[in-house]
């Protein structure tokens, strides 16, 4: 198995970070092909919390190598942040963080645009404010977008930024109302820059070919998805998804590493669904203040790690985990938060929609027609037992081991692991 990958099968927030835990044992090397700063997991070491937004979580491991390939997005802030707080912890990723030269850099004048777009009502998406979008739009771009490997070199950073801000300037006092607009200096910016780079520096290298030498060497890799695959910007609910390819098929192009060698494909679920910003999410419980979806929210605390923003609570939907099961090629799901739904005396399971009338079966990923289906469900019989303490499938009520059966029907996958509260301990394997 030289490698192997761990994606969100949902709108992300999954917990895949515990799954590529329990997996860090058998692995060499940790790598993310997609997004930026806009992921977030807290991973608990030695019972300190490090809360990760860029960085692969691998880096909490001593004999892994982590690597941030092409795909990703780097704010370099954020990047000297996350490694100064390992640090402080005790972690030291000198010789074991790598960044591939060939991934986009995110400039404050992105943030600015990201801003700009997001603080009118229309066309909002909700994104996470990190600059992602207007970023990856450089990339595709060509004309303004500006590589890792770029900011090593002084007198072209200073060139190619006296060529951008200029333009940038120009589409920001277009896009901005009254005193709103704000003007970049591309100096400050490149004097700016520079100093991060030689940060930066020690970890830069060409991550394509690292990781070719690592497959040859018969190395065990985990690629690491960031968001969910119904983000993707291809397969995802258009618009309302991020700009990047979170499925698996985002790898090959993410790190130069060919789809032959991902061989094992796990598909992380939560035992419901949820969602943060703009877009339809047909199962979602808008019950009120004293409701399920509160109820869920409060016990599984679904706030967003980045924004801090409450997510969007539902019940689990099997038709959008069927469909992107099927996108990501899936071998398995693991289903993680079961513990969060003990106590509630009747579960809900989406497996169709009522799409103007009709009942169909299929995942439109249109977010326009997403939005007119209406969830049919499935009632189950809930647990009233807490199951943190279960370790193994039969230590689970009768009610809590029909309900993961059911999703495995429904999904038509094995489940491998279920999970019952954040420590690693907490997972019964299958
Ligand atoms: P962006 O990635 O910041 O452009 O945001 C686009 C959409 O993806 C918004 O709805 C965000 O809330 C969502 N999003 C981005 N990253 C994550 C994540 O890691 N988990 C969940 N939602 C995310």
Known sequence: MPGMCVVGLQWGDEAKGKIVDLLGDDTDLVVRYNGGANAGHTVVVNGKAFKLSLLPTGVIRPNVESVIGNGVVVYPPRFIEEVENLEKGGIDVSGSLFVSDHAHVIFPYH????????????????????????????????????????????????????????????????????????????????????????????????????????????????????????????????????????????????????????????????????????????????????????????????????????????????????YTAALSGADEITLMLLDVLSGLPELKLCVAYDLDGERVTHFPSDAYQLERCKPIYESIPGWSEDITGARKLSDLPLGARKYVERISELVGLKVSVVSVGPDRAQSIMM
């Open 111 to 322: 943030m600015e645009e990201e801003r700009l777009l997001e603080s009118g009502g229309e066309g909002k998406i909700g994104t996470t404010g990190r600059g992602i979008g207007p970023c990856y739009q450089d990339k595709v771009g060509r004309r303004f977008g500006i590589r890792v490997g770029e900011l090593l070199r002084e007198s072209h950073l200073r060139d190619k930024l006296k060529f951008v801000v200029p333009f940038k300037n120009k589409l920001m006092s277009a896009f901005a109302t009254g005193t709103d607009g704000k003007a970049f200096d591309a100096n400050a910016i490149a004097d700016e820059y520079l100093g991060y780079a030689e940060r930066l520096r020690p970890h830069v290298v060409d991550t394509s070919r690292m990781l070719h030498d690592a497959l040859a060497a018969g190395k065990k890799i985990i690629f690491e998805a960031a968001q969910g695959s119904l983000l993707d910007v291809d397969h995802g609910t258009y618009p309302y998804v991020t700009s990047s390819s979170s499925l698996p098929s985002g790898i090959w192009g993410g790190t130069g590493v060919p789809a032959k060698f991902v061989t094992r494909i796990i598909g992380v679920v939560k035992a419901y669904t949820t969602r943060v910003g703009q877009g339809p999410c047909p199962t979602e419980l808008l019950d009120g203040p004293d409701g399920i979806g509160e109820r869920i929210r409060k016990i599984g605390r679904e706030y967003g790690t980045v924004t801090g923003r409450p997510r969007r609570v539902g019940w689990f939907d099997a038709v959008a985990v069927r």
